[in-house]
């Protein structure tokens, strides 16, 4: 506390207050009451909750950000005690209903059956699922967030009692599912390729990807980690996969090379195996790697011919330059004035990899409002794997306030607070905002 007291004038009390490695206690709320920033603190997990301190300070708390705190004691006596006081959910306000700490039970959600909200109540793994729960308030349930939701008691038997009410692209990247060939076929013509092309639950093998090759987005496909990968299923369909998501792939091929040949030739030092845009065929005899079983015989010239590709993709990507004030244009032009060639441009760019058109795609669809947050997040978090801060900022809001993921207001702080620390733009103009306002 002496350390807080000294340099009082000096701190961010907006940040101060999400600190989780501040020396808690009643006392140290006490002194510097008002100088805390409440929003942040009612988030702020580290503190040491009980009713008693709620109470103590129940005028100073923004009610919505500890309905969402897991931190809290929660208990039905909590509940009852400023029944009044938290944020339900409803009017897209995230609170309770998302929240998985709550004591959830048959008995409560009956309790407060008027108070809940529904479209998050159907999102929430925490609950008492099971097949007479699930009956007892089907009218009530969002059918398309609670489709996407891993924890409902998944059967056959479950499935089809429900099948017309089903949101089918939900189901589609539902890997919790009883999926088996037989169940993919039944239902072949109501899944969503594009989202069941992602899915890493799906029984895969060189049989069921043959027998949909025409259905499959080879986008997503060629960067699911979770295939029978190996030589034979490379050549197999080598015209179909996209070099850049292979590229990307926890492939065993890259098992093949030695690191320091893959850095070389990416930075153009492998002149045997340097392609030009649209060459598929090197002027020389590549240096073949070291023989090497994998599942069985492979043909082996076949590594350095995907790489040759995944290298063009990677170094010749043909999108346009994300990294300039032309983002914004295109950006504009696609929310402002409906532009289907700008957010083609977008979309073509973000499908190659490029983390910045990555972020610009998932803003279109943040932007979008609800109906677009699940895949505003798809994009949000490819770009954040490609190393994008913006979209780390960007995502760690979409999980501080719940917009298509659970609301985890300690994850999204966490994601924020890094990308602060990271050095993103976004971030700093949005905390220079939050100061001013």
């Not at 799906?202 to 997503?220: G, T």
């Amino acid at each position: 506390m002496a350390l807080i007291e000294r340099y009082k004038d000096r701190w961010d009390w907006g940040g101060l207050s999400l600190n989780l490695a501040l020396p808690w206690s009643p006392a140290l709320i006490e002194r510097f009451e008002d100088r805390w920033a409440w929003g942040q603190l009612s988030s702020n997990s580290a503190l040491p909750w009980s009713v008693a301190f709620i109470e103590r300070y129940k005028d100073r708390w923004h009610w919505k950000e500890l309905s969402c705190n897991r931190a809290l004691p929660w208990s039905v006596v909590l509940l009852e005690a400023f029944e009044d006081r938290w944020e339900w959910g409803k009017d897209e306000q995230r609170g309770l209903s998302c929240n998985p700490a709550l004591p959830w039970s048959v008995t409560l959600i009956a309790r407060y059956e008027n108070r809940w909200d529904w479209e998050e109540l159907s999102w929430n793994r925490a609950l008492p699922w099971s097949m007479a729960f699930f009956e007892r308030y089907k009218n009530r349930w969002n059918w398309g967030q609670i489709s996407g939701n891993p924890a409902l008691p998944w059967s056959m038997a479950f499935f089809e009692r429900y099948e017309d009410r089903w949101d089918w692209k939900w189901l589609s990247g539902n890997e919790a599912l009883p999926w088996s060939p037989a169940f993919i076929a039944r239902y072949e013509d109501r899944w969503n390729w594009g989202q069941i092309s992602g899915n890493e639950a799906l029984p895969w093998s060189p049989e069921l990807i043959a027998r949909y090759e025409n259905r499959w987005d080879w986008d997503e496909l060629s960067g699911n980690p979770a295939l029978p990968w190996s030589m034979e299923l490379l050549e197999t369909f080598e015209t179909r996969w996209d070099c850049f998501s292979l590229g990307l792939a926890n492939l065993p091929m890259w098992k093949l090379i030695k690191r320091e040949d893959i850095i070389e030739l990416l930075s153009g030092g492998r002149a045997d195996l340097a392609v030009k845009p649209g060459d598929e065929s090197p002027e020389t005899s590549p240096k073949k790697p070291q023989e090497t079983a994998l599942n069985g015989s492979a043909p082996q010239d076949l590594v350095p011919k995907i790489l040759r590709k995944i290298t063009s993709a990677f170094r010749h990507p043909e999108v346009l330059d994300l990294s300039n004030p032309e983002a914004t244009r295109l950006l504009t032009e696609a929310l402002t004035q409906n532009s289907s060639s700008s957010l083609a441009q977008l979309k073509r760019a973000a499908n190659r990899g490029n983390a910045v058109a990555e972020y610009y795609f998932g803003l279109y669809f943040y932007n979008q409002g609800q109906q677009g947050h699940a895949k505003a997040v798809h994009w949000l978090r490819r770009s954040v794997n490609h190393g994008n801060i913006d979209a780390k900022f960007t995502l760690g809001m979409a999980y501080y306030h719940g917009h298509g993921v659970p609301r985890d207001v300690a994850h999204g702080t966490n994601l924020i607070n890094q990308a602060v620390k990271q050095g993103s733009t976004v971030a700093a103009t949005m905390m220079n905002m939050l100061k001013d306002s």
